[in-house]
């Protein structure tokens, strides 16, 4: 089965600028989720969708990040305008349904958009 | 807040020998998990523990759990060059979660040839 795809890998703009990403989840799974990965941290939730219904964005800087998944299958975040503290890595990440609560709860990620504010 | 802290931040052992890392978390869990990440890839599954589970195998990997603790800790035996990377471990609180995982910061593991 096809992994989580991603794009764009790479993204370098300037501060205030606008920038969007792009997940395809892996097909069938009905939860999808987006996080922010600072260098030498752990990955942060940003959103958590459930099909095309958010569950929870209480992590997501609402001023200037927006998600939406249409249709429930793939998704896209939009950071604008950005900041010099947004550079990072943005992950998503699926997860399967209908095969018990904790096949749930294993989530499968992409390989991530590294993102550079200047 | 980031709900798992690994111990150590950084490990480097040589190939064959076997490497430890720690997690402490701070509120009850259904479960915790295990992550690989390999530099400048997205995270991969290793190993799941239910909270009532003490100790699980997977290949050269074990894993505990104590909850009396809020602790748990991975194990890879035999460890080679491939097994490079950070690891994270991520808990799922025990209430309401909707399969919300919450990592850690992860060790960074280095295996010298």
């Known amino acids: 089965e096809a992994g989580v795809a991603q794009s764009p890998r790479y993204k370098i703009i300037e501060k205030r600028q606008s920038v969007a990403f792009w997940c395809n989840p892996i097909s069938g799974h009905a939860t999808l989720y987006w996080y922010q990965q600072i260098l030498g941290q752990g990955p942060k939730l940003l959103i958590q969708f459930q099909n095309n219904g958010v569950v929870d964005d209480s992590q997501l800087p609402k001023d200037r990040f927006s998600a939406e998944r249409l249709k429930g299958v793939d998704s896209t975040l939009k950071i604008q305008p950005a900041k010099l503290e947004d550079s990072a890595v943005y992950l998503c990440?699926?997860?399967?349904?209908?095969?018990?609560?904790?096949?749930?709860?294993?989530?499968?990620f992409g390989a991530g958009t590294r993102l550079s504010v200047l | 807040s980031q709900q798992g802290e690994e111990d150590p931040q950084a490990l480097s052992i040589q190939e064959g020998e076997n490497a430890t890392m720690n997690c402490s978390y701070k509120?009850?869990?259904?479960?915790l998990q295990w992550y690989r990440q390999n530099s400048g890839r997205g995270l991969v599954h290793l190993i799941l523990?239910?909270?009532?589970?003490r100790e699980k195998h997977s290949g050269r990997l074990r894993v505990t759990l104590d909850t009396s603790k809020k602790s748990s800790s991975l194990l890879i035996t035999a460890s080679r060059a491939a097994d490079t990377a950070s690891y994270f471990c991520a808990t799922d609180a025990a209430r309401g979660s909707n399969y919300k995982l919450t990592f850690g910061k992860g060790t960074l593991l280095t295996v010298n040839p």
């Open positions: 990440a699926s997860s399967p349904t209908g095969r018990g609560a904790l096949a749930k709860n294993i989530q499968y």
């Open positions: 523990i239910r909270s009532n589970e």
């Open positions: 509120t009850s869990i259904n479960n």
